[in-house]
């Protein structure tokens, strides 16, 4: 079966670190990836990983470990405009284009 | 603004009816997904066209749902005899070839009463 685990929710503090952690069991992996999507809107793209390692981008790094079936998303000096939904999602195997998504993790960041 | 968008944004109907919704992807992208998501849950994945061809339909998607990208550009999805259990977000994407990032639609917000 196709299966996306992540923390339904986390609090964090202005200015502070924050991981967010994924795991995945799929029939197949053809990449991983995180969106952000704040209350009442689209989820917007964050990052890519597809071999395992660290991939930074300012604020945002994420981190892939396929042979564990594992990712975390690492946020760095938390704003407050960073309070959203995190979705973790899944490229099914090469030669499909399917998406898997997990359900989210709510993130809120208090001052 | 991610350059995708649908109409119409919003749209109430009455149990039974069917509804149609339209989405247009940024003009050269030639993949095109449509995505439902209820509250509190990640998007779920309906289908996905590569330009007009439809490659893949989620086994889960009735068949009252249909999807069109007639000329490889804008697609519709229509949902026939509507239940409330259809109520949620429909939301749109596209993409560039192998490229990696989906941009997102706003999204259109079903209601069936």
């Known amino acids: 079966g196709q299966n996306i685990d992540q923390p339904t929710e986390m609090t964090a503090t202005e200015g502070a670190i924050v991981q967010i952690n994924c795991t995945y069991q799929t029939s197949g992996f053809n990449g991983l990836f995180w969106y952000q999507q704040h209350a009442g809107e689209a989820p917007t793209f964050l990052s890519y990983?597809?071999?395992?390692g660290l991939e930074e981008k300012g604020r945002f790094s994420s981190f892939l470990s396929r042979s564990k079936g594992y990712s975390y998303l690492l946020l760095k000096e938390l704003q407050m405009k960073d309070s959203a939904s995190y979705l973790c999602?899944?490229?099914?195997?090469?030669?499909?284009?399917?998406?898997?998504f997990g359900t989210g993790t709510r993130l809120k960041v208090l001052a | 603004d991610t350059g995708v968008s649908q109409n119409p944004r919003h749209k109430i109907t009455k149990r039974g009816q069917n509804v149609t919704f339209r989405c247009d992807p940024i003009s050269e992208h030639n993949r095109l997904y449509w995505y439902r998501q209820t509250l509190g849950q990640g998007p779920e994945f309906l289908t996905y066209?590569?330009?007009?061809?439809?490659?893949?339909k989620s086994r889960l998607l009735s068949d009252r749902f249909s999807a069109e990208r007639p000329k490889g550009s804008f697609s519709t999805l229509e949902i026939q005899r509507t239940e409330q259990g259809d109520s949620a977000m429909y939301l749109c994407a596209s993409s560039l070839g192998t490229g990696n990032e989906q941009f997102f639609g706003p999204g259109t917000r079903l209601t069936v009463l």
């Open positions: 999602a899944v490229r099914d195997q090469a030669g499909t284009y399917k998406y898997i």
């Open positions: 066209f590569q330009n007009e061809a439809q490659l893949e």
């Open positions: 990983n597809v071999l395992d």
